[in-house]
């Protein structure tokens, strides 16, 4: 079984910069892809970005390609988000996902973690 858990949320003014931190436990050779959504009050969740396992092809949204940069250290089985020119519309709750084998899309969610970009 696999597990992932964010970690680095926080509050941040606008223009700065947060990082946060997806571990994942367990089968991890059966993970196939790793991505972050996110989901702001009275929104649907959407798709931030994402990075192949074995490849490290990387995958972002209109929304935030050139200001976050996700990348993947496999010998600790961590992917992270580094997000820079935040703005406000950037504040949502974080969440990573892991896609395995077999399924057709992102099958194993964390628990999300608190991004709120503010002066």
């Known amino acids: 079984q696999v597990q992932v858990m964010e970690s680095g949320g926080g509050l941040v003014q606008p223009g700065g910069s947060l990082r946060l931190s997806c571990d994942a436990s367990?089968?991890?050779?059966?993970?196939?892809?790793m991505g972050w959504f996110r989901q702001a009050p009275g929104k649907e969740r959407e798709f931030v970005s994402s990075i192949r396992w074995s490849g490290g092809t990387t995958y972002y949204a209109d929304s935030v390609r050139g200001r976050f940069t996700i990348s993947r250290e496999k010998a600790r089985n961590t992917i992270y988000l580094r997000m820079n020119s935040l703005k406000p519309e950037d504040t949502a709750v974080y969440y990573c996902?892991?896609?395995?084998?077999?399924?057709?899309?992102?099958?194993?969610w964390g628990q999300g973690t608190q991004v709120t970009v503010s002066s």
């Open positions: 367990g089968r991890t050779l059966s993970v196939v892809a």
């Open positions: 996902a892991a896609q395995r084998v077999g399924a057709s899309s992102y099958d194993l």
